[in-house]
């Protein structure tokens, strides 16, 4: 009786470490993110480091229920950025990103100062992979002279 028991613990306990391991894999299907934008990033001209002036944004980013998708976005319409820029965004436009079953994700926020046609004034691609209920990576600022490339972390 007492080898029976032991078995079944190990077994239980095998089968709980396996479902933590699984659960930690991808995003918390229809969760949302949410972290502080950080305070420096590094430019990506000769590797400066650079003060980004985020004016107190959050990174928010929500996965679809069914935790194939994230949208990710901005909590200011500033553009998040390694630059001065007291202006901001008119039109900010991101599509959903597909995430892929190791957790990984690469989304796209384009940025325009006036409301018109045109390419966008500001790309920000945003990278990162999700562990259960955190996620981190990089943010990857494209505004000409004023780029630069940033880490993140959020959590649920």
Do not use: W
Not at 8 to 27: D, E, K, R
Request: glycine share 14%; hydrophobic share 35%.
């Amino acid at each position: 009786m007492r080898t029976r028991t032991c078995r079944t613990l190990a077994v239980g306990i095998g089968l709980a470490v396996v479902g933590t391991g699984s659960a930690l894999a991808g995003p918390v299907n229809g969760a949302t993110y949410v972290g502080s934008m950080p305070a420096y990033g590094t430019a990506t001209y000769h590797h400066l480091h650079l003060r980004l002036h985020s004016h107190g944004a959050s990174i928010v980013l929500s996965v679809a229920r069914n935790g194939r998708t994230v949208t990710v976005r901005f909590s200011t319409s500033y553009p998040v950025m390694y630059c001065i820029n007291n202006e901001f965004l008119k039109v900010q436009s991101t599509k959903p990103a597909k995430i892929s079953s190791s957790g990984s994700f690469t989304a796209v926020i384009t940025g325009k100062f006036i409301v018109q046609g045109g390419a966008p004034a500001v790309t920000q691609t945003i990278t990162g992979h999700f562990s259960g209920r955190r996620v981190s990576g990089t943010i990857d600022t494209s505004a000409g002279g004023c780029g630069g490339v940033s880490h993140y972390s959020a959590s649920s």
